[in-house]
């Protein structure tokens, strides 16, 4: 009889629980946070060919990868989906969530969720990081800005001649401020270099990946954008439509059913952040900078001249979404005009 092995992770110390196929407890207890001790627990336990699941979580790659290393048959469950079956518990411990993922094991109501490969784990840490770093600079830059606003000196806008210069040069007329932005100004450009650095690590892995480059075809998306997308994705195979990524990104409105209530809501916002917001941004370089004309950027203006602009931003965010999918799967780049759809050349 196939036995379903529950597991419940914490940073030290993960709780285990077996049960058998008619849902009966067979064994449970606790081990350290380890991939080889949890292994010679579930086998001593649960027999070599155990099911075995765990719940998403900041540890859930590593461990997943790991057990999965060792040949155990291990299930990523969707932390959403277990929380609400083990909230119907009255007493919430360690022991009795993990009995509860082994009977949802058990039971088969759950959804599996992907588990990434390190190097797309590598390149969305590459990301987030960069990002960081640009919200930093960003904030230190308008806390410089405020504290001159406060003595009539202004910068401007970031045009032109670099931002720390200018401030240099407006610092040279009030010695007094110098103690206090100088330090700042520093920290500015120390976080400005490391920001190179990241853009230079990002360019040498989109030009190792043919796959970025042809998103790359697509106008609004750069090196950043279709990284990201790609380290979201990781596997074209894994959507059997296109259009499903635009719901796994949360591009897509919740919807409210019961009765005769039936409405639909802002977007869901689930998925990676990072990837819908640079999705969201180059939806607006194609509304706002890209100047030749493409159906994609007429469908928007469509939709932004019933619905007005932000609908439309969104709407062409998710469309994006579905297109990048497409083509990555398709192989083939992006066609601006329908003489390009239908194989013609494009006029001049």
């Given at each position: 009889m196939t036995h379903f092995v529950g597991l419940d992770v914490s940073q030290k110390v993960t709780a285990i629980c077996v049960v058998d196929g008619t849902g009966r407890r067979v064994w449970r207890g606790q081990c350290a946070t380890q991939p080889e001790q949890?292994?010679?627990?579930?086998?001593?336990?649960a027999g070599d060919g155990a099911a075995v699941g765990v719940e998403t979580g900041p540890m859930t790659p590593w461990l997943v990868h790991e057990l999965r290393g060792r040949d155990l048959d291990v299930v990523c469950l969707d932390a959403r989906h277990a929380r609400a079956a083990l909230k119907m518990q009255i007493n919430k411990t360690d022991q009795n969530d993990a009995e509860g993922l082994a009977q949802i094991m058990r039971t088969g109501w759950f959804r599996a969720?992907?588990?990434?490969?390190?190097?797309s784990h590598r390149a969305r840490a590459l990301l987030g990081a960069r990002a960081q770093l640009v919200g930093m600079t960003t904030r230190l830059s308008n806390h410089i800005r405020g504290v001159l606003k406060v003595f009539g000196l202004l910068p401007g806008a970031m045009r032109g001649l670099p931002f720390d210069r200018r401030v240099e040069a407006l610092l040279g007329e009030r010695e007094d401020l110098a103690p206090i932005v100088r330090p700042m100004l520093a920290a500015w450009r120390g976080l400005r270099e490391q920001i190179a650095a990241f853009d230079k690590a990002i360019r040498a892995l989109a030009r190792a990946s043919p796959a970025c480059r042809l998103l790359m075809s697509v106008p609004g998306i750069g090196v950043v954008s279709g990284l990201s997308f790609i380290s979201t994705v990781e596997d074209p195979a894994r959507f059997a439509r296109s259009r499903s990524v635009g719901a796994h990104m949360g591009l897509t409105p919740q919807r409210y059913q019961s009765g005769d209530i039936d409405r639909s809501g802002r977007i869901s916002k689930c998925g990676d952040g990072l990837a819908r917001t640079l999705m969201y941004e180059a939806a607006v370089v194609i509304l706002t900078r890209v100047k030749r004309s493409s159906g994609l950027k007429d469908w928007a203006l469509a939709i932004a001249s019933r619905s007005g602009f932000g609908k439309a931003r969104v709407a062409?965010?998710?469309?994006?979404?579905?297109?990048?999918?497409s083509i990555w799967r398709s192989g083939e780049p992006f066609r601006w005009s329908a003489e390009e759809r239908q194989g013609c050349p494009q006029p001049a």
């Open positions: 949890i292994e010679q627990a579930v086998r001593r336990h969720v992907h588990v990434k490969s390190y190097e062409l965010a998710r469309k994006l979404a579905v297109i990048l999918h």
